[in-house]
């Protein structure tokens, strides 16, 4: 059971309720709609709407998303007939089969440079009943649903990006939008710690799951804030410290609750008024970090406000390794061997002669911070006789090292010579390009990762720039929409998997994203085009977004395409 602090009662004030009403979409001189709200039955159905215009007018039908790709804007479900027309009266149709439940959108009609909104439903007559965040999961992709939560986080405040959280799990939005259908976040003042109602069509990205540019019906804002964290990064040394939190509260009663796995190096120094300071002991591992929770009531309903911090790791672990400078530094400052293990990250940057893995099970190479071997053994460390991934002997099937790829090596430290290096088969490489097995690939030419293999990588490298290019090989499972190679901007984007299967699943699914053509260069008329089932290699930096295993944008390119490189 979670334990939880009180620190002090207020006097309760009551919340105010603010609700989001509909707006009337207003005509405009130079185009006017005979209805500004299209019905379409739940059951299926079309409408009429007559479209009067001064000039030439068409809906808009593509829009760029927060990745910068163009998006269509009118959805699968929804059939408009026709899309342009010109000056004079137009009879356009809206049609739709049977939904699931009611969904809508909202659309844009373009006019002598004005913009004419629309909105379109089907099956709202009947409204939509309320749902847990539990029956939002579990439910039908395309139901509309209406859910009332916590937002626990906001990703993105272009779009209206956040996690709504209640006492039954937590989904993803996806986009917030107003009564027009237009990202406008600052409107709603949604804040971290506000009760908020949503409307939205759900979608599963992955295993992700999502509303979709949500409507927001009200907003009951929290009777507590956090004001302001000392640091305010929220972070505190490895060495240990303390962090002061200053909340706000209009409610009755103050608490705070640490999370059980964090109260062995968390706890409550002193506390003033709504001032909270917390201190954290040595951290002699990696890096930590726990969601601290304050609450309040009003006497029917509980408010709550929550606080990320971290404590940043012991140089030398795993989740902090050495850099080869600092590993070096450590161990000619020891001047011996160290007693435990440490883990040194680096590029490899030479091979000894005669030191590829083989017979003996071990090998011996060179690291360097850039993959540049300096000759210099201030600035180059020697991984001496280490072992292969797991620990284990390498034996005749396992991929071979190579210039070039990023290594964790966990193990021994000691000083030869002068040569900083690892002890004699008393340390291994942990990782290769991020991987801890061979078995889909490392990343090298030799031995390309698979699919799976890139998306293991990009995980494991997360957001952040990557230190190493890597080899990836797979087939084309789908070409994303106007994602095929054009000479406006050089680049493609595409879906590639083992097999060729577009399984619209994160765990098998990798994107070639905005990447170059053969050579390194920009597509050109008269290149080769990629289709569905062709057999490609991809080389460059792989990152993750949201969630989304892909090559980082602009920096890969198609090495080989249906075995051709050039």
């Known amino acids: 059971m979670k334990a939880k602090y009180i620190i002090l009662s207020l006097i309760a004030s009551l919340a105010v309720f603010t609700g989001c009403?509909?707006?009337?979409i207003k005509s405009l001189d130079q185009i006017q709609l005979s209805v500004s709200y299209v019905g379409i039955p739940v059951d299926g159905g079309q409408t009429v709407v007559t479209v009067t215009s001064s000039s030439n007018w068409a809906f808009v039908t593509e829009a760029p998303n927060d990745k910068g790709e163009m998006k269509a804007t009118i959805p699968d479900w929804l059939t408009i007939s026709p899309l342009s027309g010109s000056a004079g009266e137009t009879k356009v149709t809206f049609s739709a089969d049977a939904a699931l439940d009611a969904r809508s959108v909202a659309l844009e009609i373009t006019c002598d440079r004005v913009v004419q909104n629309i909105n379109i439903v089907q099956g709202m007559s009947g409204g939509v009943s309320e749902s847990t965040c539990a029956e939002v999961i579990a439910g039908p992709n395309g139901k509309q649903y209406r859910v009332t939560g916590t937002v626990t986080?906001?990703?993105?405040?272009?779009?209206?990006?956040?996690?709504?959280?209640?006492?039954t799990g937590s989904i993803y939005i996806y986009g917030t939008v107003d009564d027009s259908g237009n990202y406008n976040w600052a409107s709603f003042n949604i804040e971290v710690g506000d009760e908020v109602t949503v409307e939205g069509p759900k979608t599963t990205y992955g295993t992700t799951v999502e509303l979709v540019d949500v409507k927001v019906i009200n907003v009951n804002k929290s009777l507590i804030k956090v004001v302001s964290i000392d640091p305010e990064?929220?972070?505190?040394?490895?060495?240990?410290?303390?962090?002061?939190?200053?909340?706000?509260?209009?409610?009755?009663?103050?608490?705070?609750?640490?999370?059980?796995e964090a109260r062995e190096w968390l706890s409550i120094s002193s506390l003033n008024g709504n001032s909270i300071v917390f201190k954290a002991v040595e951290n002699a591992a990696g890096p930590r970090n726990t969601t601290l929770v304050f609450s309040t009531t009003d006497g029917s309903k509980d408010y709550t406000a929550q606080a990320e911090i971290s404590q940043l790791g012991s140089s030398g672990s795993?989740?902090?390794?050495?850099?080869?400078?600092?590993?070096?530094e450590y161990v000619k400052a020891l001047g011996g061997t160290t007693a435990g293990d440490f883990w040194v990250?680096?590029?490899?940057?030479?091979?000894?002669?005669?030191g590829e893995f083989g017979s003996f099970g071990n090998g011996t190479f060179w690291i360097s911070e850039d993959g540049v071997y300096n000759d210099d053994l201030n600035k180059d460390f020697e991984a001496y006789r280490v072992l292969w991934l797991g620990?284990?002997?390498?034996?005749?099937?396992?991929?071979?090292?190579?210039?070039?790829?990023?290594?964790?090596?966990?193990?021994?430290?000691?000083?030869?010579?002068?040569?900083a290096e690892t002890q004699q088969n008393e340390a291994y490489v942990y990782s290769v390009n991020g991987v801890t097995t061979d078995a889909e690939g490392?990343?090298?030419?030799?031995?390309?990762?698979?699919?799976?293999?890139?998306?293991?990588?990009?995980?494991?490298?997360?957001?952040?720039?990557?230190?190493?290019?890597?080899?990836?090989?797979?087939?084309?499972?789908?070409?994303?929409?106007?994602?095929?190679?054009?000479?406006?901007?050089?680049?493609?984007?595409?879906?590639?998997?083992?097999?060729?299967?577009?399984?619209n699943d994160k765990s098998l699914d990798f994107e070639a994203y905005r990447v170059l053509w053969l050579g390194n260069k920009k597509w050109v008329e008269g290149d080769?085009?990629?289709?569905?089932?062709?057999?490609?290699?991809?080389?460059?930096?792989?990152?993750?977004?949201?969630?989304?295993?892909?090559?980082?944008?602009?920096?890969?390119?198609?090495y080989s395409h249906n075995g051709k490189t050039e």
């Not at 795993?318 to 070096?328: G, L, R, S």
């Not at 002997?393 to 193990?411: D, M």
């Not at 289709?531 to 890969?556: C, P, R």
């Open 21 to 24: 009403q509909p707006e009337e």
């Open 153 to 167: 986080s906001i990703a993105n405040t272009t779009y209206g990006n956040w996690y709504l959280e209640d006492e």
């Open 233 to 260: 990064d929220a972070v505190i040394p490895s060495a240990g410290g303390e962090i002061s939190i200053e909340l706000s509260n209009k409610g009755n009663g103050l608490y705070v609750e640490i999370p059980e």
């Open 318 to 328: 795993k989740d902090v390794p050495f850099t080869v400078t600092e590993a070096i």
């Open 345 to 354: 990250k680096g590029i490899v940057s030479k091979i000894v002669d005669g």
């Open 391 to 419: 620990n284990e002997k390498w034996a005749e099937g396992n991929a071979q090292i190579a210039e070039g790829v990023e290594v964790l090596i966990c193990g021994k430290l000691t000083v030869y010579k002068d040569t």
């Open 442 to 503: 490392i990343g090298t030419l030799a031995a390309p990762f698979t699919a799976k293999g890139a998306i293991a990588a990009a995980n494991s490298v997360g957001s952040t720039n990557s230190n190493f290019n890597a080899y990836i090989k797979g087939k084309v499972s789908s070409i994303v929409n106007n994602g095929q190679f054009g000479a406006e901007f050089g680049n493609g984007t595409f879906w590639i998997s083992e097999d060729g299967t577009y399984n």
């Open 528 to 558: 080769s085009l990629i289709a569905v089932g062709d057999d490609v290699i991809l080389h460059g930096a792989v990152t993750l977004y949201n969630g989304t295993a892909e090559t980082a944008s602009g920096k890969a390119y198609v």
